[in-house]
């Protein structure tokens, strides 16, 4: 009796008031929770960031998992190193390594996701009230990393002082937009002017469409101000959760230390997998696949809202990448209309939530990578059927 009414007492404790400060700043993303109601069959979804399942390297990763469980026994199955597994680190080092920045596996942090990346990031560098320059939109799993840290949002990378510049620079989500080789100079230039350091979030560069992007911001710096995070995600898995850092050692070291008290490391096993598939050449195959399917989606989804779009609404024209952002007249709210797009088996994700300031209200994020082109041009004719 006195066992069930500790259970009692437990369930009714008032956990709220104990809940940190830090946490009024946390909420569930609207990106992951759209994901729970698209799952149906019938559901034509735009709104997570989701590579297309159908083209995932499924049989390479049956064989290259085999072939780790038979080479690597215990050290896939062992707790590993917090840095990363030395060979990884290898390959991304030998990968990023130019003419004028010569880098090293000590260079190099292999963490759970790009997002782990930008957490880790945020708790090193970052004091409370500290500036953060971000382009309006900008990615909103940022967002969610940093608002608890309780930084001072401002916007314009190249023109707000920031202790922080954010930036996505190829292929932006959720706009798909890119920085061109003058706009990356010229905030290089202008982080050096303010001391502030970038933050390189790199995942849509392979997913190029329209010839070869840029050289890196970490390329132009040569490493000075520039923090790089990536991720194997939307080229292998992204269920693998393997990305990386690639900075100073200094910054590395402090990161590592961070990471101890969140994970210990990331999957040993991935780690492995990840690099018996590199080793297999996986990734040479997998680029030229994905650049050829998803070209065809945003193709296809461009001509959609060609066709079926009234002629008040603009739409970005991303040169790469897996999103593109739709302007609808002032007079509209996306959020108002998501309910009915719902209703008719077709999702996207309201713009607002990437704007900070109360902007973008009447904006849309829509993702062409998940869907076939078929269901692309059904999915934004029953978007356009509502719009009035």
């Known amino acids: 009796m006195t066992f069930l009414s500790d259970i009692h007492i437990l369930f009714t404790m008032n956990w709220p008031r104990l809940f940190a400060q830090r946490t009024r700043y946390m909420k569930r993303s609207a990106i992951r929770e759209l994901l729970r109601c698209t799952a149906k069959p019938d559901m034509i979804s735009f709104g997570g960031g989701l590579p297309a399942p159908d083209l995932f390297p499924v049989e390479e990763v ?11 026994p215990v050290t896939a199955l062992q707790y590993g190193e917090t840095e990363g597994i030395a060979g990884l680190r290898d390959w991304i080092a ?39 320059a971000v382009d309006n939109p900008t990615y909103l799993a940022l967002l969610s990393a940093w608002r608890p840290l309780m930084p001072q949002f401002v916007v314009g990378i190249d023109s707000a002082e920031g202790k922080i510049i954010y930036v996505v620079p190829n292929f932006q989500n959720p706009q798909g937009t890119s920085l061109d080789i003058s706009q990356r100079k010229k905030l290089i230039e202008h982080a050096r002017a303010h001391n502030s350091a970038i933050i390189e979030d790199d995942p849509y560069r392979e997913l190029s469409y329209e010839g070869d992007p840029p050289p890196t911001l970490l390329e132009l710096d040569g490493g000075t101000n520039v923090v790089y995070v990536s991720t194997f995600s939307k080229i292998l898995a992204p269920g693998l959760r393997i990305g990386w850092v690639i900075g100073h050692e200094d910054l590395i070291e402090k990161l590592v230390q961070a990471k101890q008290g969140v994970d210990l490391h990331t999957s040993t096993f991935n780690q492995l997998l990840v690099l018996e598939l590199l080793r297999r050449g996986v990734w040479e195959k997998q680029v030229p696949r994905l650049r050829a399917a998803y070209r065809e989606r945003r193709d296809a989804m461009l001509q959609a809202l060609e066709e079926y779009f009234p002629k008040d ?12 952002m739709v302007q609808l007249p002032p007079r509209l709210s996306a959020a108002e209309l998501l309910p009915a797009c719902l ?34 041009r059904e999915g934004i004719r029953r978007i356009a059927s509502l719009i009035v």
């Not at 290259?64 to 080479?71: G, I, Q």
């Not at 609404?313 to 593109?324: E, I, S, V």
């Open 62 to 72: 049956r064989q290259a998992s085999a072939a780790v469980l038979k080479e690597h």
């Open 94 to 132: 030998n990968r990023f390594s130019k003419p004028g920045l010569q880098l090293a596996r000590e260079n190099v942090l292999i963490v759970t996701g790009s997002q782990q990346g930008l957490d880790l990031l945020g708790r090193v560098l970052l004091n409370e009230g500290e500036t953060v």
């Open 313 to 324: 609404t603009k739409w970005t024209r991303p040169a790469g990448g897996m999103f593109l």
């Open 343 to 376: 209703e008719k088996n077709v999702a996207f994700v309201p713009g607002e939530e990437f704007h900070l300031n109360g902007a973008g209200k009447n904006s849309l994020r829509l993702n062409f990578s998940n869907a076939s082109p078929e269901r692309i």
